[in-house]
């Protein structure tokens, strides 16, 4: 099946850097989420961007969307070691009337302090 | 207000044992979902309810069994389980369709 896919896989930064990540996918979509999992538990949802938005923020979040490009990012600012988490992109999907959440594999993100 | 909850949260098996996993939702959401999630795989959809007493296959239902007889839990069966249903498992909800997704804290399940 369609998947989202994150890049980098895996990223480590000093705390007050800031982070990007990428996500990319492959067909129309109706939305854009964005999940975070801290290591056992369960994902967090952070963000939610809509087909027809370009940009949203949140908090320390700022998330892009290209339509064009098939793709969003994933900024969080002035990094803290609590971010250490790996992330995941969730495309939302129409088909047939249904719809369908496509996750991504994630980016592990490591902020050491 | 607890959000979702799974139990049990750890579970080994033998091949060939069945098991249900509860997950309960207090948020009156229509929607729930079971995922499994796999090294490298991201999450996958196991089987998916757009409320109560209704049931819809996923990518990944072989070998799983779900009920919905109230709108507050869904239940995920393994009638006989296989090595390759090792796996953590997620249950999720929302209130409506393409809407944020709330999961559980996983049951991590290991069939030897």
């Known amino acids: 099946s369609q998947q989202g896919e994150e890049d980098p896989q895996a990223l480590s930064i000093q705390e007050g850097e800031n982070a990007t990540m990428n996500c990319s996918y492959k067909t129309s979509i109706n939305n854009l989420q964005w999940y975070r999992q801290n290591s056992g538990r369960g994902l967090v949802h952070l963000i939610l961007?809509?087909?027809?938005?370009r940009e949203k923020h949140s908090g320390r979040l700022r998330v892009t969307l290209d339509t064009s490009k098939k793709s969003s990012s994933l900024l969080i600012t002035a990094s803290r070691a609590a971010d250490t988490a790996s992330y995941f992109c969730?495309?939302?999907?129409?088909?047939?009337?249904?719809?369908?959440?496509?996750f991504g594999t994630g980016t592990r993100l490591k902020v050491l302090a | 207000n607890a959000g979702v909850t799974q139990t049990p949260k750890f579970r080994v098996l033998k091949t060939g044992q069945s098991m249900t996993l509860l997950c309960a939702q207090d948020?009156?959401?229509?929607?729930m979902y079971w995922y499994r999630q796999d090294p490298g795989m991201g999450l996958r959809l196991i089987h998916y309810s757009v409320g109560e007493g209704t049931t819809a296959k996923g990518e990944v239902p072989d070998g799983y069994n779900v009920s919905r007889l109230k709108k507050q839990n869904f239940l995920l069966g393994l009638e006989s389980a296989a090595p390759s249903q090792t796996s953590v498992y997620f249950c999720a909800s929302s209130y409506s369709r393409a809407e944020k997704l709330f999961f559980g804290s996983g049951t991590q399940l290991s069939v030897l």
């Open positions: 961007i809509r087909s027809n938005e």
């Open positions: 969730a495309t939302v999907e129409t088909t047939s009337g249904t719809y369908k959440y496509i």
């Open positions: 948020m009156n959401h229509e929607y």
